[in-house]
Every structure is written in C-alpha cells, then in structure tokens.
C-alpha cells in the first residue's frame, strides 16, 4: 500500500488526533459541570472562545517541539556535572517519592517563574495575553503567547531536571516530567473552570478554582495566587489570597489587547508592554478583604513580598 502522507506530516496528523481527543474528554467533563456548578452565570460560546480555541491547539502542538532541545543539553549537562552517586541515589527512589519531589521542584519553579512574569515588564508582555480574558472558564487555561508558555514549561521542568528527575536518554527516563506536567496540565484546566466547588481545609495543600480566579481579577487583590497547584507556596512567599466566600467581580486587564489570535500573537513584539495592574492602591484595598496578612503598598513598590 503506498504511503500517503510523509512521517513527519503523519506524526502531526496524528498529534492533532490526540488533543482533539483531550479536546473531546474536556469538554465532557467540563462543559456539564460549568453549568450545573458555575461560579458566575456564563455562555459557553462567551467573547475569546474561538480566540482559546486557536490557542489549545497551538498550545498543544508547539510547546513539546521547542521544548525537547534544551531541556535534552539540561539533562545532559547535569548528568556530567552532578555526582552520580546523588544522581543514583534519585534514581533508586520509588515513583510515587521521584513525583511528589518532581511536583514539588517544579511547582517552585513555576511559581518564580510565574511571579517574574508579572514584576518583569519584558515577560508582562507575553503573559498579559493570558490575564486579557474577561471570561475565565476551563478553556482559558490554553489562551497564553507560545513564548509566555514555554519560558513557564522551562520554568517548572528545569528544577526537576536539575536535581536529577528527568533522565537524558529520552520519554522513557523523563517519566517524572511527563507524569508531572500531565497532572500540572489537567490541574490547569480544573483551576480554571468556572466551578464554585470549594475544599474546606484542603484548600492550603491544593489549588481551586477560586485560588486561580483570584489571580485573574481585573480590580481588588492583584499580582496574588502565583502557583498552579501547590498554594501553600504563595502563603509561604506571601502572595496569598483567598476569602471565604467572595469570588471576583470582573476578570480581565485595563490594557486593551487585540482580539484575533494573530494581533494577539504579534502584540507583545510590536507595542509597549499593557500597564501593570499592580497599582499599590489596589493592594491596599484588598488588606480589609483579606484572611492572611496583606502586603504592603510599599512591599508591592520593591516588588519584596513576604
Ligand atoms: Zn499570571
Ligand atoms: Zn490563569
């Protein structure tokens, strides 16, 4: 039988398969819940969905070909600088210890590199794109700039590959990453839905909905809840926030950005950067609000929080 298309076209092809499957599994479990659970009252076709749409399948397809180079030379590099017997020692640790060490590293790494892409005017530009949607659902968890998402992906996995979780000899030593990242991903879209499910005491070891929506906020307690899953991360570095029973009035940025996926991809290249949403008084607002320490008008104007 000949062949029709070239491997790599095929490879491709069959990429797109797979996450329109995720699409399809998503959606199932998404869609029905955001209506019956929702934390404010929303269209499923609201403003930016084909515009998100775009973006998980960019999303999808471009991260793990950029990826592959430099977190390979990582892996490489550490296995020549790290002493092997501390490399051996990771290595002999079962699954489950190598993926809580791996959730944990990487999650630091995420919040950092998170954090420094809203105090850093150069990374503001890219992910202000993910904080311009004014309707968070499940599917915002896909609306980032290609550049905004992988320097986060290199930010997370860096740290697991540094302390030697991640293997130089391709998927099957990178069972860590992959596991972590998959889960990393999966939280993604949960964090984002528009679900008022709560968690009671659980909500200091990990991320809700309202933990994530609250990083979202167009007024009130900005620049907050830097972590994807692990928030006792940002009460540890003082970035915590998140009342009772109170959910953001309004999502979104003061900057208008384009609408369409290519004025949005070309925005952080061709403009200033939006303006930071970290205006001190807006902070100082949120102290009456808040159930942890604020802080400062002043911290916020160092950029020194906790
Ligand atoms: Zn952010
Ligand atoms: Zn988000």
Known sequence: ???????????????????SLWLAIL???????????AAHPQKIFRKGFATDLSYYFLSGLIPALLLSA????????????????FLATVAALPLWAR???????????????????????F?????????????????VNTRAHPVDLVFSRLCALAPMYMVGLGGP???????????VTLIGTMWGFFIHANLRWRFGPLEW?????????????????????????????????????????????SYGIKAKLPDS???????????????STAAPSDIQTAASMDEVPAMSAEDAERGVIG
Do not use: C, K
């Open 205 to 249: 070891l990990i991320s809700t909905p309202a933990f994530h929506h609250w990083h979202h906020t167009r007024t009130g307690p900005i620049n907050r809840n830097y972590a994807s899953t692990l928030p006792w991360l940002d009460r540890l570095f003082g970035t915590h926030y998140l009342p009772h029973n109170q959910w953001p009035e």
């Open 27 to 37: 959606t199932v479990i998404f869609v029905p819940l955001e209506r019956l659970f």
């Open 261 to 275: 996926l290519a004025g949005q991809l070309a925005y952080p290249l061709l403009r200033d950067p939006p303006d």
């Open 123 to 139: 990374l503001w530009r890219f992910h202000s794109i993910h904080h311009s949607a004014e309707h968070v659902d499940f599917l």
């Open 99 to 121: 993926a809580i060490a791996g959730l944990v590293v990487g999650e630091i790494g995420y919040y950092w590199g998170h954090r420094l892409s809203h105090e850093i005017p």
């Open 169 to 179: 000899a391709g998927p099957a030593d990178s069972i860590v990453p992959v596991l």
């Open 70 to 85: 430099p977190l390979g030379l990582l892996a490489w590099s550490v296995n020549r600088i790290m002493p092997g017997s």
């Open 1 to 19: 039988m000949p062949q029709l298309v070239g491997p790599q076209l095929q490879a491709f092809l069959i990429d797109v398969l797979r996450i």
